[in-house]
Antibody, heavy 119, light 107 residues
Framework: EVQLVESGGGLVQPGGSLRLSCAASGFTFGDYYMHWVRQAPGEGLVWVSRIDRDGTSTVYADSVEGRFTISRDNAKKTVYLQMNSPRVDDTAVYYC????????????WGQGTTVTVSS | DIQMTQSPSSLSAYVGDSVTITCQASEDIRDYLNWYQHKPGKAPKLLIHDASNLATGVPSRFSGSGSGTDFTLTISSLQPEDFATYFCQQCDSLPLTFGPGTKVDVK
């Protein structure tokens, strides 16, 4: 079964750090771009970051640029989101998703992991 | 950044109704437009990619059309499992951006 499972969410203080993980199974992980998308309470979906198939190219939303880092380990079939200096407005459910080719669309998503930034 | 708008923001419909949702981009995105269905507590689901192509496993009652700046998603005969929020998303250029969503609920 094709599956993405996020983990690592929780409560973090503003200015702290947290690392999210997304474990893939059921498909050839290295063949796909991987994304992180988030949804704040009561809000819509917001794209956060993308990493290419071999991890050499990364792109970020302006709101997280310089604070968050996306990375992947193709041997472990896992993509990560390192969240440094999180802010209260980073509070959201974070989803990972795969994309078969550039500009195709995210065809498989995880169930999400909840991050709450609060003191 | 490309801004995406959707209308209506919500609608109420009966099972069996035909429903149309529109999405507009702030600039020409050719056909780089995707539609997703999202239910609370669930993973979003890709319905349509490249404006009009049905994603794998998606029922044929879903269809998409449009190009440039104006797009539509149509559900031809609403089923009970279709009550959800629908988002459009442009993938013409980074940053990827989503519309604000259209919530479809039971009338």
């Amino acid at each position: 079964e094709v599956q993405l499972v996020e983990s690592g969410g929780g409560l973090v203080q503003p200015g702290g750090s947290l690392r999210l993980s997304c474990a893939a199974s059921g498909f050839t992980f290295g063949d796909y771009y991987m994304h992180w998308v988030r949804q704040a309470p009561g809000e819509g979906l917001v794209w956060v970051s993308r990493i290419d198939r071999d991890g050499t190219s990364t792109v970020y939303a302006d709101s997280v640029e310089g604070r968050f880092t996306i990375s992947r380990d193709n041997a472990k079939k896992t993509v990560y989101l390192q969240m440094n200096s999180p802010r209260v407005d980073d509070t959201a459910v974070y989803y990972c998703a795969r994309e078969p080719t550039d500009s195709y669309g995210m065809d498989v998503w995880g169930q999400g992991t909840t991050v709450t930034v609060s003191s | 950044d490309i801004q995406m708008t959707q209308s209506p923001s919500s609608l109420s419909a009966y099972v069996g109704d035909s429903v149309t949702i529109t999405c507009q981009a702030s600039e020409d995105i050719r056909d780089y437009l995707n539609w997703y269905q999202h239910k609370p507590g669930k993973a979003p689901k890709l319905l349509i990619h490249d404006a009009s192509n049905l994603a794998t496993g998606v029922p044929s009652r879903f269809s998409g059309s449009g190009s440039g700046t104006d797009f539509t998603l149509t559900i031809s005969s609403l089923q009970p499992e279709d009550f959800a929020t629908y988002f459009c998303q442009q993938c013409d250029s980074l940053p990827l951006t989503f519309g604000p969503g259209t919530k479809v609920d039971v009338k």
